[in-house]
């Protein structure tokens, strides 16, 4: 592997709380340990290390690491901030992509999985009634279950929800395709996004 694509591949970041809030590149995560504004970390361990110490650890000659005209480091996967105090914002969005994403294109009254352009958005308190566009009064709905239900609540339909709806806590992680996600990435990133069907 060249220094160029080592150094391109990316790093998962880390805040102080140890939650995954990015990615970034190799490049900009030693750029980041080497001023001290973050940690390296060894995922086999957890240990964290500081510029010095990582470079120190011994690299196997079969894997791959960053090269200077001294030093053979260890390409920091994963990297813990040491600076900034600000938790990661895990407010998710409103909207009709997330709501989707959130019921895994499954009708929430009978389970049904018909499809996206088969499901529609069902206010739970009909809109008529004073229900708002939020995680907690929408779900997904299948067309006859939404014929069914029409303009009224679940109770008065005779429905019953396959779970309550709530506001999904995703980290800004989910942005990141997983065919990038490093094995060593997993037991810092939240089971929930494995659970979360990427977009098609
Ligand atoms: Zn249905």
């Known amino acids: 592997m060249t220094q160029a694509s080592v150094l391109s591949q990316q790093t998962l970041v880390l805040n102080r709380a140890w939650l995954a ?6 490049r900009d995560a ?21 510029f010095e110490s990582w470079a120190d650890l011994a690299v196997p000659p079969e894997e791959p690491c960053v090269r200077t005209v001294t030093l053979r480091i260890r390409v920091p996967e994963v990297i813990v901030l040491t600076r900034f105090e600000k938790m990661p914002n895990r407010t ?5 992509r997330n709501l989707y994403r959130r019921d895994r294109y499954t009708c929430q009254y009978c389970g049904a999985t ?3 352009g088969e499901l ?3 206010h739970v308190v009909p809109r008529s009634r004073g229900g708002r566009s939020t995680f907690e009064n929408c779900v ?3 067309t006859a279950c939404n014929h069914r239900k029409a303009n009224r609540t679940p109770r008065e339909a005779g429905m019953r929800l396959r779970q309550a709806p709530r506001a999904p806590k995703w980290t ?4 990141v395709g997983v065919a ?3 094995q060593s990435w997993e037991q810092f990133i939240s089971e929930r996004y494995w659970e979360v069907p990427l977009e098609p």
Do not use: M
């Open 21 to 26: 809030i990015s990615t970034t590149t190799v």
């Open 30 to 50: 030693l750029g980041l340990i080497f001023s001290g504004a973050a940690k390296a970390i060894r995922p086999e361990t957890y240990e964290t290390h500081t």
């Open 92 to 96: 998710v969005a409103f909207s009709r």
């Open 114 to 116: 018909p499809g996206g």
């Open 120 to 122: 529609s958005i069902d």
């Open 140 to 142: 997904l709905a299948c």
């Open 172 to 175: 800004p992680i989910l942005q």
């Open 180 to 182: 990038r996600v490093r």
